[in-house]
């Protein structure tokens, strides 16, 4: 098992431009969540997909949007990029056993805008 | 509505002694608890986890974890601290409801260990 996988590991990026971050979820997983997680910060919350659909939201501009597809990977897209959107990027995937939520986190994308 | 207090943002220990890192929640519900731990520029990796199975949980790299309802407390052990453990640590609570899952995060705890 893979386990949850992104790409790309960085990425270097201009104000004003668009971004997407890919991410796969660990196998068996229909749930993905995306992080952002600035530097010293701990991870905050932007988006979950479950059935390609946009599920639960955090507190992020609509510049922030996302996909998932039907073999549950899932996009992260950001325009009119800004210098406060540097970051690591987070995928977490998650699965529901016995009513309980546990969730696995990708190894990050690390976005550094200039 | 439920939250997680970590009440430490540093920990200072040295190699070889003990490892306390201390978390305390809040959920209306019977809670899902789980550690994750952070190395500088990586995901996140889950420790261990807590499932309303037995309240004292180990996990990885000799970590465990007691989940005592009495205090709302999940805090963190380890009995002797590696230089490998200087990390960040991050105590989560889940939910599951209503077909939604709800995931609340600590705000971390960053743990030096001392040669």
């Known amino acids: 098992d893979a386990g949850v996988t992104q790409s790309p590991t960085h990425l270097i990026k201009t104000r004003g431009q668009q971004v997407t971050l890919r991410c796969s979820p660990k196998?068996?997983?229909?749930?993905v969540s995306w992080y952002q997680q600035a530097l010293g910060q701990g991870p905050q919350f932007i988006f979950q997909?479950?059935?390609?659909?946009?599920?639960q939201r955090g507190n992020f501009p609509d510049r922030f949007s996302g996909h998932q597809f039907p073999n549950y990977s899932s996009e992260l897209n950001v325009n009119a990029l800004l210098l406060g959107d540097s970051a690591l990027y987070l995928c977490?995937?998650?699965?529901?056993?016995?009513?309980?939520?546990?969730?696995?986190f990708g190894p990050g994308t690390r976005l550094t805008v200039t | 509505a439920q939250s997680v207090t970590q009440l430490d943002s540093h920990v200072s220990v040295s190699e070889g002694t003990p490892v306390l890192l201390r978390c305390n929640y809040s959920s209306s519900y019977s809670p899902s608890l789980f550690w994750y731990v952070q190395h500088p520029n990586k995901g996140l990796q889950l420790l261990l986890k807590y499932t309303s199975a037995a309240t004292l949980v180990k996990g990885i790299n000799g970590f465990e974890a007691e989940f005592k309802k009495s205090e709302t407390s999940f805090h963190l052990t380890k009995p002797s601290a590696h230089m490998s453990d200087a990390a960040e640590y991050f105590c989560v609570v889940t939910r599951y409801s209503g077909g939604y899952q709800k995931v609340t995060f600590g705000t971390g705890t960053k743990l030096q260990v001392i040669p």
């Open positions: 977490a995937s998650s699965f529901i056993r016995d009513r309980v939520v546990e969730q696995y």
């Open positions: 997909y479950y059935e390609e659909e946009e599920r």
């Open positions: 196998s068996g997983h229909d749930t």
